[in-house]
Antibody
Framework: EVQLLESGGGLVQPGGSLRVSCAASGFSFSEYGMNWVRQAPGKGLEWVLGIGGSGGSITQLDSVKGRFTISRDNSKNMLYLQMNSLRVEDTAVYYC?????????????WGQGTLVTVSS | QSALTQPASVSGSPGQSITISCTGTSGDIGSDIGGRNYVSWYQRHPGKAPKLMIYEVTHRPSGVSNRFSGSKSGNTASLTISGLQAEDEADYYCSSFTNSATVIFGGGTKLTVL
């Protein structure tokens, strides 16, 4: 059974940094692209960044370019999101999501999310 | 890039069929990337993780009821649920890959089963 478990969320001040993690199990992690999707309070889902199975293909939302970095450690089955220069509008539940196959942009497994609150 | 446009809410009675629309642009829903069209639909019950219901416009993942079907015309994709059941009451989100190599979601549609 595929399991994705996010951790590392919390309260951070505007301009601060935070790293959230996603522990994956139940599938061959290195064979699948992974993504971070967020949901701000009262809003819909918003894809933020994606990374290929080997870590070599990264795509991201314009609003997070230069601030957020996605990475993965295939030896540990871990996905990471490093968030710098955080803004109030980055407040959201952050979900890691697995590609359906290879690098296809359909997400067939999701974690339960970790809440990131940016506030002074 | 703006979110895909979905109706905020739809409703139907048990046994009926409903359709949820999702409108984008020629840069996302209307775009065939590598000869394929990457439109997905997700179901989300309160407090639960989203569940993939439809991918590549019309395909259902294993385990998804055949009461769920997808289609596309031009820049608009649609999700149809036939034989509506109480358990179908949830939020539904469409998404599409874009020609900028990003993924864009719709704002979500709340389905109420009367």
């Amino acid at each position: 059974e595929v399991q994705l478990l996010e951790s590392g969320g919390g309260l951070v001040q505007p301009g601060g940094s935070l790293r959230v993690s996603c522990a994956a199990s139940g599938f061959s992690f290195s064979e699948y692209g992974m993504n971070w999707v967020r949901q701000a309070p009262g809003k819909g889902l918003e894809w933020v960044l994606g990374i290929g199975g080997s870590g070599g293909s990264i795509t991201q939302l314009d609003s997070v370019k230069g601030r957020f970095t996605i990475s993965r450690d295939n030896s540990k089955n871990m996905l990471y999101l490093q968030m710098n220069s955080l803004r109030v509008e980055d407040t959201a539940v952050y979900y890691c999501a697995k590609d359906l196959s290879g690098d296809s942009p359909h997400f067939d497994s999701w974690g339960q999310g970790t809440l990131v609150t940016v506030s002074s | 890039q703006s979110a895909l446009t979905q109706p905020a809410s739809v409703s139907g009675s048990p046994g009926q069929s409903i359709t949820i629309s999702c409108t984008g642009t020629s840069g996302d829903i209307g775009s065939d990337i590598g000869g394929r069209n990457y439109v997905s639909w997700y179901q989300r019950h309160p407090g639960k993780a989203p569940k993939l219901m439809i991918y590549e416009v019309t395909h259902r993942p294993s385990g998804v009821s055949n009461r769920f079907s997808g289609s596309k015309s031009g820049n608009t994709a649609s999700l149809t649920i036939s034989g509506l059941q109480a358990e179908d009451e949830a939020d539904y989100y469409c998404s599409s890959f874009t020609n900028s190599a990003t993924v864009i979601f719709g704002g979500g549609t709340k389905l109420t089963v009367l």
